[in-house]
């Protein structure tokens, strides 16, 4: 169903720029058709017993306050609580908010939809954990304010995403990576530090520990998990194809200068060099890099970093750069697969209200 999905987004993407259609002729049906696909499953995805108790017991009037879950999110479950005891339609607001908020920043910021199978594909793996998809939802609005260094109204965003989830406050380096101080050697330097980190098997899970207390209980759930140590290189690779792929394609079009002098290339082009970073740290013994907190670097701009190399190619040269079309793509098919492939116990088959049985509960 994952990859049906893709395909019909495909299709409908292919469709608006060959027929030159306004984008929301075709995506406004699709997107209702992907927020209801989300909102109606059942024991699917990442964390459902988690969360789903978490809403049950609020919609019941049996919530006891604890520090898992930020106070942002229980205030909006509380009111979703007023409308519905049902689950599903807190998970319809969660996808209205990732669908609709990414959408339209992302399509404000790059002029273009090419964007929607990458966007897709990268936070699909993440469904079922809906605080950081809401919150991830409301970064993307300060997008334009990192560009414009409005420091005021970035800050302001990532204050309201952390009572979402705390580890929104990350997105601060994104603002720092935007300083003209930054050059991107220093990016290759911290690259080559975590490989270091990596390679001498130091724990940093030891030096983290000491901030225990400013973190508080969440730690627990992340301190001393890791990922298969053979999988690195699969990661790795995977992520340098990602972002070297358009530098082929635009040295090829002779547009690369011209891509690197454009503030959305520089940024997304930065942060997806820091999510390499934090991947080879994630094993050294904080699973949290990887699997919470790179997705504010991959799974935004990824889908950036992708529509502005489509954008430039596509204004130098007057055309549709058809077979670049073909790898964005291919490349999202890709993403897809390869987010499955540890935790699609967790996401196949895909269950409905309609057609999941009662007794089943994903752990």
Same mark, same amino acid.
């Given at each position: 169903?994952?990859?049906?999905?893709?395909?019909?987004?495909?299709?409908?993407?292919?469709?608006?720029?060959?027929?030159?259609?306004?984008?929301?002729?075709?995506?406004?049906?699709?997107?209702?058709?992907?927020?209801?696909?989300?909102?109606?499953?059942?024991?699917?995805?990442?964390?459902?017993?988690?969360?789903?108790?978490?809403?049950?017991?609020?919609?019941?009037?049996?919530?006891?306050?604890?520090?898992?879950?930020?106070?942002?999110?229980?205030?909006?479950?509380?009111?979703?609580?007023?409308?519905?005891?049902?689950?599903?339609?807190?998970?319809?607001?969660?996808?209205?908010?990732?669908?609709?908020?990414?959408?339209?920043?992302?399509?404000?910021?790059?002029?273009?939809?090419?964007?929607?199978?990458?966007?897709?594909?990268?936070?699909?793996?993440?469904?079922?954990?809906?605080?950081?998809? #809401? /919150? =991830?939802?409301? $970064? +993307? !609005? *300060?997008?334009?304010? @990192?560009?414009?260094?409005?420091?005021?109204?970035?800050?302001?965003?990532?204050?309201?995403?952390?009572?979402?989830?705390?580890?929104?406050?990350?997105?601060?380096?994104?603002?720092?990576?935007?300083?003209?101080?930054?050059?991107?050697?220093?990016?290759?330097?911290?690259?080559?530090?975590?490989?270091?980190?990596?390679?001498?098997?130091?724990?940093?899970?030891?030096?983290?520990?000491?901030?225990?207390?400013?973190?508080?209980?969440?730690?627990?759930?992340?301190?001393?998990?890791?990922?298969?140590?053979?999988?690195?290189?699969?990661?790795?690779?995977?992520?340098?194809?990602?972002?070297?792929?358009?530098?082929?394609?635009?040295?090829?079009?002779?547009?690369?200068?011209?891509?690197?002098?454009?503030?959305?290339?520089?940024?997304?082009?930065?942060?997806?060099?820091?999510? #390499? /970073? =934090?991947?080879? $740290? +994630? !094993? *050294?013994?904080?699973? @949290?890099?990887?699997?919470?907190?790179?997705?504010?670097?991959?799974?935004?701009?990824?889908?950036?970093?992708?529509?502005?190399?489509?954008?430039?190619?596509?204004?130098?040269?007057?055309?549709?750069?058809?077979?670049?079309?073909?790898?964005?793509?291919?490349?999202?098919?890709?993403?897809?697969?390869?987010?499955?492939?540890?935790?699609?116990?967790?996401?196949?088959?895909?269950?409905?209200?309609?057609?999941?049985?009662?007794?089943?509960?994903?752990?």
């Amino acid at each position: 169903m994952y990859f049906f999905n893709l395909i019909l987004l495909t299709i409908c993407i292919v469709c608006a720029l060959q027929l030159k259609l306004k984008p929301y002729r075709i995506l406004f049906p699709t997107f209702i058709y992907l927020s209801f696909f989300d909102a109606l499953r059942v024991n699917t995805g990442t964390d459902w017993k988690m969360y789903s108790e978490h809403f049950d017991a609020i919609a019941s009037g049996d919530f006891i306050a604890n520090e898992i879950f930020e106070i942002g999110y229980v205030w909006i479950e509380n009111i979703v609580s007023i409308f519905s005891n049902s689950y599903n339609s807190m998970l319809l607001l969660v996808a209205i908010c990732t669908y609709w908020m990414l959408y339209f920043n992302i399509y404000v910021n790059t002029s273009t939809i090419v964007f929607l199978p990458i966007m897709y594909s990268t936070i699909t793996p993440f469904l079922g954990a809906n605080r950081q998809m #809401i /919150a =991830l939802g409301i $970064l +993307s !609005f *300060s997008i334009k304010y @990192i560009i414009k260094k409005d420091i005021l109204p970035f800050i302001l965003i990532v204050v309201f995403a952390s009572y979402i989830h705390i580890s929104a406050l990350i997105f601060i380096l994104i603002y720092v990576l935007n300083f003209k101080a930054i050059k991107n050697i220093y990016i290759y330097i911290v690259i080559l530090f975590s490989f270091i980190v990596h390679v001498s098997n130091i724990n940093i899970t030891d030096y983290v520990m000491i901030f225990y207390s400013i973190i508080s209980g969440k730690l627990q759930f992340y301190v001393g998990e890791s990922v298969e140590d053979s999988n690195i290189l699969l990661g790795v690779s995977k992520l340098i194809i990602y972002i070297v792929l358009p530098l082929i394609f635009l040295w090829h079009h002779k547009s690369l200068t011209f891509a690197m002098q454009n503030k959305y290339f520089i940024l997304s082009f930065r942060s997806l060099m820091i999510s #390499i /970073a =934090l991947y080879v $740290l +994630s !094993f *050294s013994g904080f699973l @949290i890099l990887n699997s919470r907190v790179n997705i504010y670097f991959f799974s935004l701009f990824l889908p950036i970093y992708y529509a502005v190399s489509y954008q430039i190619i596509y204004s130098l040269n007057k055309k549709i750069p058809q077979f670049f079309l073909m790898v964005i793509f291919s490349i999202s098919f890709l993403q897809l697969y390869l987010g499955f492939i540890s935790y699609n116990d967790l996401f196949f088959p895909y269950e409905s209200i309609f057609s999941a049985p009662p007794y089943k509960l994903v752990y």
